[in-house]
């Protein structure tokens, strides 16, 4: 989700006992290297095939998708797909780090005003949405009046967006109003009605106009995965079956889709003439080289995508081994160490033609305590030292050994690197591992083993049984039996809850959990979205941990108001102070993570935010 993170599945790893790798910030910054490719062995040679067959980039998802309409997802692969079918009017250039906004579906960079309240967006003419039924033959042209749609859709009480909070927060005048008076009057959502701070003034004119100065607002019209721009017809035309059928002006249209199974997309025909062009850093050889090889190519460069659903890391892995994958993304833990030894391809992956990729990641995980349950939430002195009697129990040192051999750095805020507000020199009580004071906070506080059975009871001496949700993947598993282990240590009785990564995330947004672990990745350089995790009045959307504190509202608060400084840093670590002391969550690693490729791969690179990245690799059909 733009500014808000995008709840991100793949936050934990398998246990391996191999030669474990440790790194520190500064050596997972240097990883973001060229990656070395090695010479073909005969043994791999394959059959030139037909020099016009398509090109077409496989690799798979580790968790299922939901659905294709911006609108309605949060998770981030469903995201991933719509980003290449949609188009914003503003873009991240792929190249720049760590970023540089660039026009999209603009004609240029948007006019604004002095005290950042007002956007005034030029669109290009002779934009055009991929052929659908719904257009009844017709070309249709994207127009202004397109995105003023797509915004109003997120507003819609019938469709409970999970972007919602996120544009509130941007205060574009007259939406939440329009929202409101929908609900209270219990009558269909207005589309025609007009709301003064988001008008369409000609066919090519998108005017914004916001209640306060917003600084940062540019980030959210760089959100092509969820504030693409979206054709009415197209909606009306679907119905409730709009999640299948996604239409939009990118590069890239849905071809097939079995649930759950297998996504495969195709290049748009109606694509306009985009060109490859960039503008990485004058130090950047990795990205002066791409810029080089590939500037003034005609984009997407490929002709389809194919995405199967192997939620297993086991088969996944080997399907990337016996090139049946032309990528594995974030390569699982386990196999780091026969994969990339050291932070270097292996010798025998190198000689068949495997590349690497290692970046830090702009990510956290975390493990959500839901605030409103009667054991694990509230804000009494008792309640608080519960969670931080957890949080101090969990020896996050011993998960990145063991569990994700060595492919983290330890968290001190919710705040992910690469953002603004991100300190790496932050130290918070996030980062301690303390069993012994663990245990003293659990005893001052009421929570004893009255009956001699090795666990704790409750003050008030009822059972304590906490419950943490969680999946069934070996990933998960491991980092259960870690988790477990440490709370075993404090005397807490554990029991898991297991469901489908989605079912968990429907109970974690109704608050129908205890305890769940996610991870968070951003969607923008900003981390103020990161906080909207804690933001009362985004309870049941981005606040899964349902935390409501007036204090910490009124950081947020301002933090929106304020430009970039000293005196913005200072709100950030204030707030980073206050979710330690509450401790809603507790945040654990911010990844590092390794991208493996064929050889007949070119031209990918991570992207720190934005999600789309398909128009610009290349794949050699002949090698």
């Not at 967006?161 to 544009?167: C, H, K, T």
């Not at 992956?349 to 605030?371: E, H, I, K, Q, Y």
């Not at 102070?577 to 490729?597: C, F, K, N, Q, W």
Request: proline share 7%; with cysteine.
């Amino acid at each position: 989700r733009p500014r808000l993170r995008a709840f991100d599945p793949t936050c934990a790893t398998r246990t391996m006992k191999r030669r474990q790798l440790t790194h520190g910030l500064a050596a997972a910054w240097a990883m973001n290297a060229v990656p070395t490719l090695g010479a073909e062995s005969a043994t791999d040679a394959a059959v030139a095939p037909d020099r016009l067959a398509p090109k077409v980039l496989r690799y798979a998802f580790p968790i299922a998708e939901t659905g294709f309409d911006p609108a309605q997802i949060s998770d981030i692969y469903s995201r991933i797909v719509t980003a290449h079918i949609f188009d914003a009017p503003l873009t991240y250039d792929h190249l720049a780090r760590p970023f540089k906004l660039k026009p999209l579906a603009a004609a240029a960079m948007p006019e604004v005003s002095d005290d950042f309240r007002t956007y005034t967006f030029r669109i290009k003419p002779g934009i055009r949405f991929a052929d659908d039924p719904a257009f009844k033959g017709q070309r249709r042209e994207l127009v202004a009046e397109d995105f003023v749609y797509a915004m109003k859709r997120i507003y819609d009480p019938k469709l409970k967006s999970p972007g919602q909070s996120i544009l509130e927060d941007e205060g574009i005048i007259g939406l939440q109003q329009l929202h409101d008076d929908t609900l209270k009057s219990k009558k269909p959502f207005d589309y025609d009605r007009p709301v003064e701070g988001l008008r369409a003034l000609d066919r090519y004119t998108l005017r914004v106009r916001l209640r306060e100065s917003r600084p940062r607002h540019l980030y959210a019209w760089a959100a092509r995965d969820v504030y693409g721009a979206v054709a009415r017809e197209v909606v009306e035309f679907y119905g409730d079956r709009i999640m299948e059928h996604p239409v939009g002006t990118g590069p890239f249209r849905l071809a097939q889709w079995r649930r759950s199974s297998r996504i495969v997309l195709e290049k748009n025909p109606t694509y306009r003439d985009d060109r490859y062009h960039a503008e990485p850093n004058a130090d950047d050889a990795e990205g002066q080289a791409l810029l080089q090889r590939f500037k003034g190519r005609p984009l997407p460069m490929i002709d389809r995508v194919e995405i199967a659903i192997i939620e297993q890391a086991q088969p996944r892995w080997l399907s990337f081994l016996n090139r049946e994958q032309d990528l594995i993304e974030r390569l699982p833990n386990e196999f780091v160490d026969q994969a990339v030894p050291g932070g270097k391809v292996a010798p025998n992956l190198a000689r068949r033609g495997v590349a690497a990729w290692r970046v830090p990641g702009s990510d956290v995980t975390l493990t959500v305590f839901n605030m409103d349950d009667p054991l694990v939430g509230g804000y009494t002195p008792e309640q608080v030292a519960l969670r931080r009697a957890m949080v101090l129990g969990n020896d996050v040192a011993r998960e990145i050994r063991i569990a994700r051999h060595g492919q983290a750095i330890p968290a001190q805020s919710i705040v992910p690197p690469l953002t603004e507000g991100y300190r790496s020199d932050l130290r918070t009580e996030m980062s301690e591992y303390d069993p012994a004071r663990a245990k003293a906070l659990l005893d001052i506080y009421g929570y004893l083993d009255r009956d001699g059975d090795g666990w704790r009871e409750r003050p008030d001496g009822r059972p304590l049984v906490l419950q943490l949700s969680t999946q069934s993947d070996q990933a998960s598993r491991q980092l259960d039996e870690l988790w477990k282990k440490n709370m075993d240590v404090l005397g807490l009785r554990v029991v898991l809850k297991t469901a489908q990564w989605p079912e968990n995330l429907k109970s974690a947004r109704s608050g129908s959990f205890m305890i769940w672990r996610v991870g968070s990745s951003a969607a923008t350089p900003d981390g103020q979205g990161a906080l909207e995790r804690a933001y009362g009045p985004s309870v049941g959307k981005g606040n899964i941990a349902r935390f409501r504190l007036a204090a910490f509202d009124r950081i947020y608060e301002e933090l929106k108001l304020l430009p970039s400084g000293p005196a913005r840093q200072a709100l950030f670590d204030r707030a980073a102070e206050l979710m330690a002391a509450y401790a809603p969550y507790r945040v654990s690693v911010h990844r590092i993570i390794t991208d493996l490729g064929w050889r007949w791969l070119s031209g990918y690179r991570r992207p720190p935010f934005w999600l789309d990245w398909w128009q610009y690799v290349d794949i050699d059909a002949a090698a």
